[in-house]
Nanobody, 124 residues
Framework: QVQLVESGGDLVQPGGTLRLSCAASGFTLDYYSIAWFRQAPGKEREAVSCISSSDHNTYYADSAKGRFTMSRDNVKNMVYLQMNSLKPEDTAVYYC?????????????????WGQGTQVTVSS
């Protein structure tokens, strides 16, 4: 069955960096749209970035552009989110999501499979 397991969340100071990992199993990354979402307390879950299953391009939310980089390793079946220049407003639980849709989406309900999340806290 499809499983996603995130790791790498931590407490980091403003301006710091973190790399989140998502271990995928039970499916082939190449044929799925993969995304990172985040949810801060009291806020809706929002998209951070995604990799399209059709053109394999990576797309970023405005909040992530220029600071975050999403990548995947099809051999290891891993997905990564490199986060630089972190800000307190990046504090949230970060989730990896996957779906066999054609293309990509920044809409959370479009994704059928989710990890359990990993906490990122940016604070001095």
């Amino acid at each position: 069955q499809v499983q996603l397991v995130e790791s790498g969340g931590d407490l980091v100071q403003p301006g710091g960096t973190l790399r989140l990992s998502c271990a995928a199993s039970g499916f082939t990354l190449d044929y799925y749209s993969i995304a990172w979402f985040r949810q801060a307390p009291g806020k809706e879950r929002e998209a951070v970035s995604c990799i399209s299953s059709s053109d394999h391009n990576t797309y970023y939310a405005d909040s992530a552009k220029g600071r975050f980089t999403m990548s995947r390793d099809n051999v290891k079946n891993m997905v990564y989110l490199q986060m630089n220049s972190l800000k307190p407003e990046d504090t949230a639980v970060y989730y990896c999501a996957a779906d066999p849709m054609f293309g990509s989406s920044f809409y959370a309900p479009d994704y059928d499979y989710w990890g359990q999340g990993t906490q990122v806290t940016v604070s001095s």
